[in-house]
Nanobody, 121 residues
């Protein structure tokens, strides 16, 4: 019923930029916090950035000042602008969102399928 679809991944040289997007579609009553996670090979998935429904943002320390999370509530989308990329940013990036599908439903967390970001010279 609810799907999160990411786009915008790819390969870039060190110092380059990429913009990831994630659109939530389907039966949606309201969306609360939207987040970006990443998982590098052999490592645990980590939270990169989050954007609450109240407009607050937070970032993982290594991306502060380089990444910017933004949100378009009218389009149920969240973006991640990534600048000054380096090899340590190479990972599969996932978005997730806390969503209610009706006024009476509980809040469920949905995940996207992931998009690969590769930073290499």
């Amino acid at each position: 019923q609810v799907q999160l679809v990411e786009s915008g991944g790819g390969s870039v040289q060190p110092g380059g930029s990429l913009r990831l997007s994630c659109a939530a579609t389907g039966r949606i009553f309201s969306i609360y916090t939207m987040r970006w996670y990443r998982q590098a090979p052999g490592k645990q998935r980590e939270l990169v950035a989050a954007f609450t429904s109240g407009g607050n943002t937070n970032y993982e320390d290594s991306v502060k000042g380089r990444f910017t999370i933004s949100r378009d509530n009218a389009k149920n989308t969240v973006h991640l602008q990534m600048n000054s990329l380096n090899a340590e940013d190479t990972a599969v990036y996932y978005c997730n969102a806390d969503i209610k599908i009706s006024s009476l439903s509980a809040v469920y967390r949905y995940w996207g399928q992931g998009t690969q970001v590769t930073v290499s010279s």
